[in-house]
């Protein structure tokens, strides 16, 4: 994923359909990552990216990239 902002917030239909594989793909991906399912790695996503850019803002930084 390029933009990883952007997914977070997409869901599992919108993502399977946007890198072009089904929402079901999507899910068992997730659970294959050890979450419970989608919505556990959404919101895991969003965490880490509220906490990275968190950091970033303390350490001056104005923008991150995670590619």
Do not use: C, I, W
């Not at 979450?35 to 965490?47: C, S």
Request: net charge negative.
């Amino acid at each position: 994923l390029e933009n990883y902002e952007e997914a977070s917030g997409m869901t599992a239909a919108k993502l399977g359909d946007t890198v072009g594989v089904s929402e079901s793909t999507v899910v068992r991906f997730t659970t294959e990552l050890g979450f419970e399912g989608y919505p556990h790695f959404q919101a895991a996503l969003k965490e880490e990216l509220n906490r990275l850019s968190k950091e970033n803002k303390e350490d001056g930084l104005e923008s991150f990239s995670l590619q």
